[in-house]
């Protein structure tokens, strides 16, 4: 049994929390009430299309052909309102999926070039660099790291 990640969950709150209840929130949520709507309008048409098949299916088991004109002038009037839906919600999909990413990546290069932690980050990554070159190069080479500690 899979068990729920608590440490994941609260990093999950911690991105997700700013930006349906940040400054920019009515954005995220219009184009998400927007999803839902045209996903139970997908929904609806997959259904009747379901139906319509259907229809005509038996149309044609029991030889009736103007029931089965019928159900396939209905089938196609149906499909010229599924068409728009589907794409219209594929569109919606991909411009909220956008709106996240340009949110998530103006949020956390905010928060990296805020103070001048970008220092921090480098400076560290330096001397973990270096820490990893001295091992690596100190047993085989031992007079360059005499060098390189009497260049300090």
């Known amino acids: 049994m899979i068990r ?3 440490h994941l969950w ?3 709150k911690a991105i997700a929390v700013p930006y349906w209840f940040g400054e920019d929130k009515w954005p995220a949520r219009g184009l998400l009430a927007l999803l839902v709507l045209l996903l139970l309008g997908q929904t609806g048409v997959d259904v009747l299309f379901n139906q319509l098949t ?3 299916t038996s149309a044609l088991a029991a030889r009736d ?3 089965f004109w019928n159900s ?3 089938c196609l009037a149906v499909l010229i309102v599924a068409v728009p839906i ?8 991909d411009k909220l999926a956008l709106h996240w990413r340009r949110w998530l990546t103006r949020h956390l290069l905010g928060s990296y070039f805020s103070r001048r932690a970008y220092f921090y ?3 560290l990554s330096f001397n973990l660099m270096l820490r990893a070159w001295r091992l690596a190069f100190c047993r085989r080479i031992p007079w360059l790291c005499a060098a390189v500690d009497a260049y300090r």
């Not at 589907?86 to 999909?93: I, N, Q, W």
Request: no cysteine.
């Open 65 to 67: 052909e103007d029931r």
């Open 4 to 6: 729920f990640d608590q």
């Open 54 to 56: 259907g229809e005509f």
């Open 86 to 93: 589907h794409a219209f919600y594929y569109y919606v999909r």
């Open 121 to 123: 980050f480098v400076r």
């Open 10 to 12: 609260h990093r999950f």
């Open 72 to 74: 396939i002038k209905l």
